[in-house]
């Protein structure tokens, strides 16, 4: 499974955006993007999607604002990658 950069650390011989909404072109072979939402203080884990890559960006962007403007600045938010079963 493909996994995406940490965004709090460097990745060996390659800079890693501080933007957790990262690389597009890295995130876009897909069928799509969830926009996934984790919280390590219930456990709870949430999936939207899936969305185009600029819905999805949005939709994160809209979900961490409110998050944080609720002071949930523990709860994850992050893009990951759609399949559809073959």
């Known amino acids: 499974m493909p996994k ?4 709090h650390r460097q990745a060996t011989g390659r800079e890693v ?3 957790p909404l990262v690389e597009p072109d890295e995130l876009e072979q897909c069928d799509g993007l ?9 456990g709870a884990a ?3 999607g ?11 962007d809209g979900r961490r604002q409110e998050l944080d ?4 600045t523990e709860v994850t938010v992050a893009l990951v ?6």
């Not at 899936?50 to 994160?60: D, F, H, L, M, V």
């Not at 403007?69 to 949930?72: K, T, Y």
């Not at 990658?81 to 073959?86: L, V």
């Open 17 to 19: 955006s501080l933007d």
């Open 69 to 72: 403007a609720e002071d949930l």
């Open 50 to 60: 899936p969305y185009p890559a600029g819905r999805a960006r949005a939709e994160a």
């Open 34 to 42: 969830m926009v996934l939402v984790l919280d390590p203080v219930t």
């Open 4 to 7: 995406l950069p940490c965004p």
């Open 81 to 86: 990658r759609h399949h559809r079963p073959r």
């Open 46 to 48: 949430d999936t939207y």
